[in-house]
């Protein structure tokens, strides 16, 4: 069974801190998405991860896959009020129907 | 607008009675997914549709459940007999067939009373 699990669990932080939240599995994955979703609506995607080792960047946010595949982290430089929400790490399962195995999801709240 | 639409997009209904949601995915998109997600977990899987057919279904979901594509394009859930742990968010997502990127709708939020 492919688990994902994501920390820390809650972060509470002042705006302007940075701040890094972690998504391990003991499986490799082929690639890695990040989705920020808030209350009472459906995640959205942020970035797909898909080469070990591989680093993207969206503006404030740095992703990284590790070069096993099987972990990836999110950085967020000089948070603001408008970072809060639940990011969610997902993977493809390994079947032909590429349904997504999120993780436990991080809740962020950014205090301005 | 050319993303995922749900509806409704909140629905509250007495134990035991049926519900129907529906989704529209993205039109060029022939994969469509239904989730489910409680609060404070990630979504989990329900069932998935390549066009019109049913490929895949979840152990999660049980035989109160269906799920349908007609025409490859619109999705509907019906859960009948509808009890109080069926509450939750209910996503629909879309995807090409070569891409792993899923795209969400807004979801169906659930209360079963």
Known sequence: TQLLEQSPQFLSIQE?????????????????????QEPGEGPVLLVTVVTGGEVKKLKRLTFQFGDARKDS???????????????????????ATNKLIFGTGTLLAVQP | ??????????????????????????????????????????PEFLTYFQNEAQLEKSRLLSDRFSAERPKGSFSTLEIQRTEQGDSAMYLCASSFFTSYEQYFGPGTRLTVT
């Open chain 2, 1 to 42: 607008d050319t993303g995922v639409s749900q509806n409704p997009r909140h629905k509250i209904t007495k134990r035991g009675q049926n519900v129907t949601f529906r989704c529209d995915p993205i039109s060029e998109h022939n994969r469509l997914y239904w989730y489910r997600q409680t609060l404070g977990q990630g």
């Open chain 1, 16 to 36: 302007g801190e940075n701040l890094t939240v972690y998504c391990n599995s003991s499986s490799v994955f082929s690639s890695l998405q990040w989705y920020r």
């Open chain 1, 73 to 95: 982290s999110l950085h967020i430089t000089a948070a603001q009020p408008g970072d809060t929400g639940l990011y969610l790490c997902a993977g493809p399962d390994r079947g």
